[in-house]
């Protein structure tokens, strides 16, 4: 059973960095293609950035194209999210994802995802 484990968010002012991780375990994982979603209360999950298993491709919301940087380490299971530059409206609940269908594309609707974590908070103040 796969298990994703995201760390590395807190409370920072706007303008601020901070670099989400996400551990995974319980398979191939660093076959799959994975990504970072977010959650405000009472909104969908909504993509922000997603990485092919190979690293060689990604994709971003345009919300965050330029400031925000996802990749990964398959040799220790890890994904990351840099977030630079970050603004009071990128406050929300952050989640890894594992796509364990393998496909072409990076997909961006939360339901191609099958594997997620439990979160991680992140809050920007202005």
């Known amino acids: 059973q796969v298990q994703l484990v995201e760390s590395g968010g807190g409370l920072v002012q706007a303008g601020d960095s901070l670099r989400l991780s996400c551990a995974a375990s319980g398979g191939p994982v660093s076959t799959y293609t994975m990504g970072w979603f977010r959650q405000i209360p009472g909104k969908e999950r909504e993509f922000v950035a997603g990485?092919?298993?190979?690293?060689?491709?990604?994709n971003y919301a345009d919300a965050v194209k330029g400031r925000f940087t996802i990749d990964r380490v398959n040799s220790n299971s890890k994904l990351y999210l840099q977030m630079n530059s970050l603004k009071p409206e990128d406050t929300a609940a952050y989640y890894c994802a594992l796509r364990w269908r393998l496909t072409v594309e990076i997909p961006i609707e939360s339901n191609e995802y099958e594997y997620w974590g439990q979160g991680t908070q992140v809050t920007v103040s202005s």
């Open positions: 990485i092919t298993w190979n690293g060689e491709r990604t």
